[in-house]
């Protein structure tokens, strides 16, 4: 039988994606949740706070209920970033039902979606 590490410390449970995007607001809204390039080549960094990302995932899951997207389902096929992250977070929140999608997985498969 394996044995089980040691936990380093006892976790927070959390019961959906709300609680999650609330939890960002509240206890970490000042601290830095994202630094990143515009391009690969660019030298500026951006640094968006967890306030600002909030404020974005609010935002584009406001949008997305005023376009009566409520109960829809939505494919998401994004590379890993920024942007894919929000808009992960938006749909999952405002009640819409999320397929994210491989960007570099088989063309039949998106296609079956």
């Known amino acids: 039988m394996p044995k089980q590490k ?19 607001e509240t206890r970490y809204a000042d ?10 080549k660019s030298t500026k960094h951006i640094c968006i706070s967890y306030q600002e990302f909030v404020q974005d995932i609010k935002g584009f899951a406001t949008a997305l209920l005023h376009l009566g997207m409520q109960g829809k389902k939505v494919a998401l096929i994004a590379p890993n970033r920024y942007e894919w992250c929000t808009s992960y977070l938006a749909v999952a929140t405002a009640g819409i039902t999320i397929i994210p999608l491989d960007k570099i997985g088989r063309a039949s498969c998106r296609e079956r979606v």
């Open 31 to 40: 601290k830095t949740a994202f630094i990143y390039k515009k391009t690969p």
């Open 6 to 24: 040691d936990k380093l410390y006892e976790g927070e449970k959390l019961a959906n994606f709300r609680e999650l995007v609330h939890r960002y």
